[in-house]
């Protein structure tokens, strides 16, 4: 069953069979850097079920030189929003789950690098939960104002 995903212009749109072969939240630094994020929630699916619909020819790529493993990061050049890529091998896609359009089937699995994970992120579900803007709903202090 395939799943849509796009950019935030949505000039870049692909689609990807389900189920993923893993979807994972990623906490290390190179995934925290590339998503600006406490972590990257990625899904890996096989080369062979990923389509790219529109502006595969809007995609910039990024390769980390020197990477053991390698590292590649890739975005819409419109809007800069995380768009998937090729892994190094070019057997599987690695899709930011953010750029999907519907809810996947499949949830996050595991968190992986979690020794490597942001200092300052903590999984509390005591944080209150809210559903709009979270800016406007931070009573305001001094040391956040």
């Excluded at 419109?78 to 599987?92: D, E, K, M, N, Q």
């Excluded at 490597?116 to 903590?122: L, N, P, V």
Aim: charged share 20%.
């Amino acid at each position: 069953m395939p799943i849509s995903g796009s950019c935030l212009c949505g000039a870049v749109r692909y689609e990807a069979d389900e189920p993923f072969q893993h979807f994972v939240y990623c906490h290390c630094s190179r995934c925290r850097k590339a998503t600006g994020a406490a972590h990257a929630a990625n899904a890996l699916v096989p080369r062979t079920a990923f389509r790219w619909l529109a502006g595969e020819d809007k995609v910039g790529n990024y390769v980390l030189p020197g990477a053991a493993r390698g590292f590649a990061t890739a975005w819409c050049t419109g809007c800069g929003a995380p768009v998937p890529h090729v892994t190094r091998s070019g057997l599987r896609v690695i899709v930011p789950a953010g750029s999907l359009d519907a809810t996947p089937a499949m949830k996050p699995e595991i968190h992986a690098h979690w020794a490597s994970r942001a200092g300052w992120y903590e999984d509390d579900p005591a944080l209150p939960k809210v559903d709009e803007d979270a800016i406007g709903s931070i009573p305001s202090t001094p040391a956040s104002a």
